[in-house]
């Protein structure tokens, strides 16, 4: 497997701001993906980080809301913009190392407070 | 897209007895699933996975069964310890993505 960072690890931030996210991998991965789990809830994919172009967003999620970055094959941000309480939640990157498998490892996650 | 449905949403059982959690998908053309065990603040840690082209597999005291004309797979713990006491997902691979099941928290009693 890979070893798979994110910063910070938790934040309290006030409404109506913005948090950067960090995914920092330790090789270079095929794959990068950005989950929010709410408290006590499953796990929901945001959007695919697609290196040097746009991300791929689901239904729900929307560029200005969460812009994402990936400038090279282990790195990645998640913007959450305009931070309102409903985005209190926790953050995860989780990326797949290999082309042409499916195992797909998640960071430690991005505790995040809005008040 | 895909859904899946797991069940039971909590499971207890007492240490050294089995737990089996299940997992219905809807798209036929998935054709990977993984188990996940997430331990409270902890990450979602992959433990076991099967393709489509297998029925069964195992790793010591966990298997995962498939069966791929009712669309349902299951996972299953033996001799549970209170160390296997999290909370389990499911997913089922659709397209490039993976849609998670809602969640098993399990607990094992001492």
């Known amino acids: 497997s890979a070893v798979i960072s994110q910063k910070p ?15 920092q991998v330790d090789s270079q991965v095929t794959m990068m993906f950005w989950y929010r789990q709410q408290p006590g809830q499953s796990l929901t994919l945001i959007a695919t980080a697609n290196q040097g172009s746009e991300a791929t967003y689901e239904s729900g999620f929307v560029i200005d809301k969460f812009p994402i970055s990936r400038p090279n094959l282990t790195f990645s941000t998640l913007t959450v913009s305009n931070l309102s309480p409903e985005d209190s939640s926790i953050y ?15 960071g430690p996650g991005t505790r995040l407070t809005v008040t | 897209g895909e859904n899946v449905e ?4 909590t499971l207890s059982v007492q240490e050294g007895d089995s737990a089996v959690i299940k997992c219905t998908y809807s798209d036929s053309a998935s054709n990977y ?15 076991i996975d099967i393709r489509s ?3 069964e597999k195992k790793d010591q005291r966990i298997a995962v069964t498939l069966n791929k004309t009712a669309k349902h797979f299951s996972l299953h713990i ?8 999290a909370v389990y997902f499911c ?11 809602t969640g098993t928290s399990l607990t094992v009693i001492p």
Do not use: M
């Not at chain 1, 290999?98 to 998640?106: A, D, I, M, S």
């Not at chain 2, 699933?33 to 433990?47: A, D, M, N, S, T």
């Open chain 1, 9 to 23: 690890s938790r934040d309290i931030c006030q409404r109506g701001t913005s948090l950067t996210i960090q995914c």
């Open chain 1, 92 to 106: 995860l990157c989780s990326v797949r190392l290999r082309q042409g498998t499916y195992e797909q490892y998640f």
């Open chain 2, 6 to 9: 797991q069940h039971p949403s």
């Open chain 2, 33 to 47: 699933f993984p188990w996940y065990k997430q331990e409270l603040g902890k990450r979602p840690q992959l433990i």
């Open chain 2, 53 to 55: 082209n297998v029925g």
């Open chain 2, 78 to 85: 033996t001799e549970t310890q209170p160390e296997d006491s």
């Open chain 2, 91 to 101: 997913a089922g691979k659709g397209g490039n993505q993976f849609y998670f099941g």
